[in-house]
């Protein structure tokens, strides 16, 4: 599993390949697409803490924070949302596997939550707008104002729940909070504002029926261009379907380099980052839409390749006729690459 570990001492970010075993988490370097051994360090994981999520750095959501019994703090960065929970959650049980008492009062539970992977926020709004089965905006009074198309928290929460969006009222409030942050919902009048400000993500949204909340496009306000949906806002807001480190070869310098590959579908999009830079903005991507895939033979190097090849090369071709060449670590990994690519072709 690739993730961003930082340095010590100096702040720098750099992808590692993480293993967990037990009471204790691997790490190894990270070359060339494939993990080098021996590894490079581990973190026992007995009295540690774990914080997911980690919001100490505003442009890097994806993180979780291990503090170990010596004070020692690590970052880890996760290529997704889900795959960040998934990782705190398996660590999580890991650090109390010793006190089975302790699994019970997770806070991680109320601070992580995974949506099922078939399901998207798009189609949860999608739903919750719907006039026959969606959620009615009415208006509301709070504190002697009236507030016009809004919704009560509390019926926000029954609504996820009847709709099996959620298994508890913690998972809906959860989720709700997620919606607020991806800014399909806001928060209306000064009680729900305020538990905003009071900064928990789970606590954010406030499962209760003095809370108003309301869809955030029926508020038709003036939009700056700065808030006007980019395409590369669009491209990006597909369900993430998988993703991996691959190792790319450059367009101009033919040099191999490996990045964090997100494989997004409707719409179906292939985005590469550069696992050293702080941002969180892909530095390439294209359509996948007409394209092609195909694997490359693994003896001798096809013509267009140059450089550091290690074999289990393969190919995408844009419907603009544009060559990217992929190395992945293994065989196996190059094929669940190519399958799921092509469904979306």
Not at 210 to 235: D, G, N
Not at 303 to 314: A, D, E, I, P
Not at 316 to 340: C, F, G, L, N, P
Request: net charge positive; charged share 25%.
């Amino acid at each position: 599993m690739g993730r961003d570990g930082r340095g010590h001492i100096v702040h720098n970010w750099k992808a590692r390949w993480f293993i967990l075993r037990q009471n204790t988490l691997l790490y190894y370097k990270f070359e060339g697409g494939r993990k080098v051994t021996p590894p490079k360090g581990r973190i026992l994981l007995d009295g540690c803490t774990i914080t997911c999520p980690c919001l100490e750095y505003e442009n890097r959501p994806l993180l979780i924070k291990l503090k170990t019994q010596t004070s020692t703090e690590y970052f880890l960065e996760a290529c997704s949302r889900e795959e960040r929970d998934a990782w705190a959650f398996e660590i999580t049980g890991a650090i109390h596997a010793g006190q089975p008492g302790k699994v019970q009062q997770l806070h991680l539970l109320k601070n992580s939550f995974k949506l099922p992977p078939h399901i998207s926020l798009h189609r949860i709004v999608d739903k919750m707008r719907d006039s026959s089965c969606g959620i009615r905006p009415s208006p509301n009074m709070e504190q002697g104002s009236t507030y016009k198309k809004t919704f009560i928290g509390s019926s926000l929460v029954d609504w996820l729940l009847s709709n099996g969006f959620a298994a508890s009222r913690l998972e809906a409030v959860t989720l709700a909070s997620v919606l607020m942050e991806e800014n399909f919902l806001r928060p209306v009048g000064t009680r729900s504002m305020g538990a905003i400000r009071s900064g928990d993500l789970s606590e954010q949204f406030l499962d209760d029926s003095t809370a108003l909340y309301t869809f955030a496009e029926s508020c038709k306000k003036k939009i700056s261009p700065k808030e006007e949906i980019s395409l590369s806002t669009m491209e990006l807001s597909g369900t993430v379907v998988k993703q991996g480190y691959l190792a790319k070869q450059g367009h101009k310098r033919k040099n191999w380099k490996v990045r964090r590959f997100v494989l997004r579908k409707d719409p179906a999009f292939l985005h590469y980052y550069d696992p050293s830079k702080e941002e969180n903005r892909p530095v390439g991507g294209f359509s996948l839409r007409g394209s092609l895939v195909s694997a490359l033979e693994d003896n001798g190097v096809p013509t267009g390749v140059k450089g550091n090849v290690q074999g289990n090369l393969f190919k995408v071709i844009t419907k603009d006729d544009i060559h990217y060449y992929i190395q992945a670590s293994s065989k196996a990994e190059r094929s669940e690459w190519i399958e799921a690519i092509k469904k979306l072709t």
